[in-house]
Structures are given as structure tokens and as C-alpha cells.
């Protein structure tokens, strides 16, 4: 199984940017547990997580096709991008949103959901540990659907 991690613009900044909102843990010690989590609970796991600052950079790995799941944390995008969006909706892959922060608590502009209509589940508000749920969700769904029960 392979799964992507795509984040937006300002995460690669996880554990200096604003860690009072997003966290003191850095995007490095994130995918170190992340690929620690995913060794446990599938033999065959491999994981690819990208930082990009760039729509155009995230729409285009979209694109590529070679994975069986996805976890997209589109940061300012999610609530604005119909680009990315339009990406989404035409992936057919499990998908999942994550949001570190709670974004239904915040401010206003924050509450308009643009490319979570095109996501199979949105995970917001459990600080880091939303993309470990988010993984945990996507690798059962496809030991379900290839018929390996663990
Ligand atoms: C975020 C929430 C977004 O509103 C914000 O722009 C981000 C991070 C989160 O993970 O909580 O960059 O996606």
C-alpha cells in the first residue's frame, strides 16, 4: 500500500509557525512517527510526504496516480482553492482531509470548506496527531477491500 501526505503552504513550518494554534512538533518529527505507524500496522506500507507552498506543485502530484490513499492537509486552500478541489473530485482514491487546529472554531473565513466537499472524511482539531487517525482510517479501508484481516 502506498500512501500520500500532501501538505499546503505554511505547514513545512510545523513546530515554529504559531506553535500556540499548530504545536511545537516539527514536520520532520511528525513524518519520523508517521513512518513508524505505518511500519506497525501494514508490512507492505510505504509512505511519501510532501510539503509544498505551491497549489500548482500539490494539484500536479495529484495527478501522478501511483498511490492507493491520501492524506491532504491543504492548509489556506482547503477554504479557498477550487483548483485543488477540482483535483480532488477527480481522484478516485480513499481521501482524507486533516486540519490540525479545530477550523470550525476559528475565525470566519476559516469556515468556508472548499476542497473538503471532494474528500471521503475531514479530521480537524486533534493537533498533529489527526494525520496518525487519518492513516489509521485509510490503511483499514484497504486491508478491507484486498481481503487481508490483521
Ligand atoms: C490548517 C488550518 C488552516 O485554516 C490554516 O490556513 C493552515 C493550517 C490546520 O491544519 O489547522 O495553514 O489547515
Do not use: C, W
Not at 20 to 36: A, N, S, V
Not at 88 to 95: I, M, T, Y
Amino acid at each position: 500500500m502506498k500512501l500520500l501526505i500532501l501538505n499546503g503552504p505554511n505547514l513545512k513550518y510545523l513546530g515554529s509557525r504559531e506553535p500556540h494554534i499548530y504545536g511545537t512538533k516539527t514536520m520532520e518529527e511528525l513524518e519520523g512517527e508517521l513512518r513508524e505507524l505505518m511500519r506497525s500496522q501494514i508490512s507492505d506500507g510505504e509512505l511519501e510526504l510532501i510539503s509544498s507552498d505551491y497549489e500548482g506543485a500539490l494539484i500536479e502530484r495529484l495527478y501522478q496516480r501511483d498511490f492507493d490513499g491520501l492524506i491532504i492537509n491543504p492548509g489556506a486552500l482547503s477554504h479557498y482553492s477550487l483548483a485543488l478541489s477540482d483535483a480532488l473530485s477527480a481522484l478516485s482514491v480513499p481521501k482524507v482531509e486533516v486540519h490540525i487546529s479545530n477550523v470550525f472554531a476559528r475565525e470566519q473565513e476559516r469556515q468556508n470548506m472548499v476542497t473538503a466537499k471532494n474528500v471521503d472524511v475531514v479530521i480537524a482539531g486533534a493537533g498533529p496527531r489527526v494525520y496518525a487517525m487519518a492513516m489509521e482510517y485509510l490503511v483499514e479501508i484497504y486491508l478491507r477491500k484486498t481481503g487481508i484481516h490483521v
